[in-house]
């Protein structure tokens, strides 16, 4: 089976840099992606990690460990608009299967 | 600009009905799933397909089936609708495989509210 873990909720300042980890079990894995959705919206992809290190899209990035079975994503320079849920997921040969996501609020 | 698309945004049915969630796609995508969203429990997958024809059962399959006759179209059947599956429900497409391409994208859901 596989089973993804991350914080529920997470508050933090607008300007600030924040960081959501995950950290995984699978049966197998290739990778590691990030959603993200907005209040009433769709889940929209954001990220993915292949291979070990840093992926950086713009004020975005996705760190994966695989000997920790670990990630995160962080995001730079928070703007209110950054407010939302966002969720870990490991795609590849097996159905595509997310965390319980983590609320993520900006705050002035 | 790809899409997938769900026939409803907001559905209210009566205990005991039969419903049909019906999602399309425009990407040529072999895989789709159906997903159920609630607070405090992210998104839990019901059943997913690879291929025409082909189901498989996923988290909560439970209370459920689907339908895939055409490669585009991927429906959700509530046999006899529950007030326990008042939910939102979210159809999504991807490529299969490994890596980048495998990005899921998701149709806008249906709010179902069972009464």
């Known amino acids: 089976g596989q089973s993804l873990e991350q914080p529920s909720e997470v508050t933090a300042v607008e300007g600030a840099i924040v960081q959501i980890n995950c950290t995984y079990q699978?049966?197998?894995?290739?990778?590691l992606s990030w959603y993200q959705q907005h209040d009433g919206g769709a889940p929209t992809f954001l990220s993915y990690n292949g291979l070990d290190g840093l992926e950086e899209t713009g004020r975005f990035s996705s760190f994966l460990s695989r000997s920790d079975s670990y990630g995160y994503l962080l995001l730079q320079e928070l703007q209110m608009k950054d407010s939302a849920s966002y969720f870990c997921a490991v795609p590849g040969n097996t159905p595509l299967v997310f965390g319980k996501g983590t609320r993520l609020s900006v705050i002035a | 600009d790809v899409k997938v698309t769900q026939s409803s945004r907001y559905l209210v049915k009566r205990t005991g009905e039969k419903v049909f969630l019906e999602c399309v796609q425009d990407?040529?995508?072999?895989?789709m799933f159906w997903y159920r969203q609630d607070p405090g429990l992210g998104l839990r997958l019901i059943y997913f397909?690879?291929?025409?024809?082909?189901?498989e059962k996923g988290d909560i399959p439970e209370g459920y089936s689907v339908s895939r006759e055409k490669k585009e179209r991927f429906s959700l059947i509530l046999e006899s609708a529950s007030t326990n599956q008042t939910s939102m429900y979210l159809c999504?497409?991807?490529?299969?495989?490994?890596?980048?391409?495998?990005?899921?994208?998701f149709g806008q859901g249906t709010r179902l509210t069972v009464v």
């Open positions: 699978t049966s197998g894995f290739y990778g």
């Open positions: 990407m040529d995508h072999e895989n």
């Open positions: 999504a497409s991807s490529r299969p495989g490994q890596g980048r391409n495998t990005e899921a994208f």
């Open positions: 397909s690879y291929d025409v024809k082909m189901k």
